[in-house]
Protein backbone atom coordinates (compact mmCIF):
# COMPACT_ATOMS: atom_id res chain seq x y z
CA UNK A 1 0.00 0.00 0.00
CA UNK A 2 0.94 3.63 -0.83
CA UNK A 3 0.33 7.01 -0.24
CA UNK A 4 0.32 9.52 -3.39
CA UNK A 5 0.96 13.12 -2.16
CA UNK A 6 0.01 15.82 -4.38
CA UNK A 7 1.94 18.60 -3.11
CA UNK A 8 0.66 21.58 -4.96
CA UNK A 9 -2.63 20.65 -3.14
CA UNK A 10 -1.56 20.75 0.64
CA UNK A 11 -2.45 23.34 2.90
CA UNK A 12 -0.18 22.24 5.37
CA UNK A 13 -3.28 21.82 8.16
CA UNK A 14 -1.18 18.30 9.47
CA UNK A 15 -4.32 16.55 9.95
CA UNK A 16 -2.76 13.61 7.92
CA UNK A 17 -0.14 13.52 10.24
CA UNK A 18 -2.34 13.72 13.12
CA UNK A 19 -3.90 10.38 12.31
CA UNK A 20 -0.21 8.72 10.76
CA UNK A 21 3.00 10.61 12.26
CA UNK A 22 4.81 7.13 12.03
CA UNK A 23 4.20 7.90 8.12
CA UNK A 24 4.13 11.39 7.40
CA UNK A 25 6.99 14.07 8.23
CA UNK A 26 6.32 18.07 7.25
CA UNK A 27 8.87 20.11 5.79
CA UNK A 28 9.56 23.13 8.00
CA UNK A 29 6.94 25.06 6.89
CA UNK A 30 4.49 22.07 7.63
CA UNK A 31 3.96 21.05 4.53
CA UNK A 32 4.22 17.27 3.03
CA UNK A 33 6.74 16.93 0.47
CA UNK A 34 5.79 15.55 -2.69
CA UNK A 35 6.11 11.95 -3.65
CA UNK A 36 4.84 8.34 -2.47
CA UNK A 37 4.57 7.27 0.84
CA UNK A 38 4.91 3.52 1.90
CA UNK A 39 2.57 2.35 4.39
CA UNK A 40 4.27 -0.81 6.36
CA UNK A 41 2.04 -3.55 7.91
CA UNK A 42 0.00 -2.61 10.80
CA UNK A 43 0.09 1.57 9.82
CA UNK A 44 -3.13 0.79 6.98
CA UNK A 45 -5.92 1.93 9.09
CA UNK A 46 -4.21 5.19 10.09
CA UNK A 47 -3.14 5.64 6.29
CA UNK A 48 -6.69 5.05 5.37
CA UNK A 49 -7.74 7.72 8.02
CA UNK A 50 -4.93 10.25 7.18
CA UNK A 51 -6.00 9.73 3.19
CA UNK A 52 -9.54 10.60 4.49
CA UNK A 53 -9.03 13.42 7.12
CA UNK A 54 -7.11 15.49 3.95
CA UNK A 55 -9.86 18.17 3.13
CA UNK A 56 -7.65 18.89 0.58
CA UNK A 57 -8.21 15.69 -0.95
CA UNK A 58 -3.90 15.83 -2.02
CA UNK A 59 -3.76 12.20 -0.52
CA UNK A 60 -4.74 8.98 -2.57
CA UNK A 61 -4.35 5.66 -1.45
CA UNK A 62 -2.94 3.29 -3.71
CA UNK A 63 -4.21 -0.44 -2.33
S1 LIG B 1 -4.07 16.88 5.72
FE1 LIG B 1 -3.83 17.31 3.53
S2 LIG B 1 -3.57 19.51 3.42
FE2 LIG B 1 -3.19 18.92 5.52
S3 LIG B 1 -0.97 18.61 5.68
FE3 LIG B 1 -1.90 16.63 5.21
S4 LIG B 1 -1.84 16.51 2.99
FE4 LIG B 1 -1.52 18.64 3.50
Redesign the pocket.
Known sequence: MKVK???A??????????WAPNL?E?NDE???DPGDVNVPEGEEENARR?VK???????TLEE
Open positions: VDAKCQGNARCWTFLGYLASCPERAL
